[in-house]
């Protein structure tokens, strides 16, 4: 009698297999590769950074925390710099210079200018992203002014040249050297074009999956992933999977560059 019985296979755990990639044009992220951090005056809060100078060509940091209930800032926060942050889950009280509060939900926003610090507190368990750079002052051109505002309150534009919609967070006018965006895609839509251009992104999905062509490369994204992209990234999105997909996605805008 012929025995075509096979041996159970082993469980094997890999603990090198990732999607996470670094690349001199751009990086990847998954939730699987975050490594939790602390950052100065927050407690009960972990910090996940994302995007710093340290090895990337970048202009900002961009960092998910995750705080607990009660998770609080214990003394103003964002000195020296223009400070974005952005609910993902939860509810975060964030309070600006002495008399200004901005409780916000998940989608809920807030931009603060250079020289406006902040307070964060947690009702309850919440995650959200800080975006933080230095400001490019330009002679005769004013400073922004703070926003707030949550997504589904403001204008998603059809754009054909990426396939979707894309909502500014922030005014494009001169005073803003940068954008927060939010993009959002039908499945199976894709950009009409491969960009190239002279500006850097953050991009953390927010939801949905799909294939990102980086350079010569092309990687599969889906929700919690984070890519940075470097200037002059070839970059082109195609919408897969069956859930919408969406992503809030930094660029620094109106400035030369240098
Ligand atoms: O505005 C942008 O540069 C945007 N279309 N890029 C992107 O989504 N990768
Ligand atoms: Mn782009």
Same mark, same amino acid.
């Given at each position: ?80 710099? $223009?400070?974005? &942050? *952005?609910? #993902?889950? /939860?509810?975060? !009280?964030?309070?600006? %210079?002495? =008399? ?99 500006? $850097?992104?953050? &991009? *953390?999905? #927010?939801? /949905?999956?799909? !294939?990102?062509?980086? %350079?010569? =490369? ?41």
């Amino acid at each position: 009698m012929s025995s075509s019985t096979t041996s159970p296979s082993p469980v094997v755990h890999q603990v090198s297999a990732s999607r996470g990639r670094v690349r001199p044009a751009y990086t990847l992220m998954c939730p699987e590769n975050l490594v939790e951090n602390a950052l100065p005056h927050l407690t009960g809060v972990v910090a996940k950074p994302l995007a710093t100078p340290r090895a990337l060509p970048a202009r900002f940091g961009e960092y998910l925390l995750e705080f607990e209930d009660g998770g609080h800032s214990t003394r103003p926060l964002g000195a020296g710099f $223009e400070n974005f &942050l *952005y609910v #993902l889950e /939860g509810h975060l !009280v964030v309070t600006a %210079g002495t =008399d200004t509060s901005y409780p916000l939900e998940p989608g809920g926003y807030v931009f603060l200018p250079e020289g406006t610090e902040f307070g964060v507190r947690s009702a309850g368990e919440s995650r959200a992203l800080w975006v933080k750079r230095r400001y490019d002052r330009v002679d005769g051109v004013a400073a922004p002014e703070p926003v707030a505002g949550h997504v589904d309150e403001v204008t998603h534009h059809p754009d054909d040249t990426i396939g979707g919609t894309y909502a500014p967070l922030l005014p494009d006018d001169e005073r803003y050297d940068m954008a927060m965006n939010f993009m959002r895609f039908d499945v199976g839509a894709r950009f009409r074009m491969v960009e190239v251009h002279h500006q $850097e992104h953050g &991009l *953390y999905m #927010l939801a /949905g999956e799909g !294939v990102y062509y980086l %350079g010569d =490369d092309h990687v599969e994204v889906s929700a919690g992933d984070f890519v940075y992209m470097a200037p002059y990234c070839p970059q082109s999105f195609y919408a897969t999977g069956s859930a919408r997909p969406s992503y809030l996605l930094y660029k620094d805008i109106n400035r030369d560059g240098f």
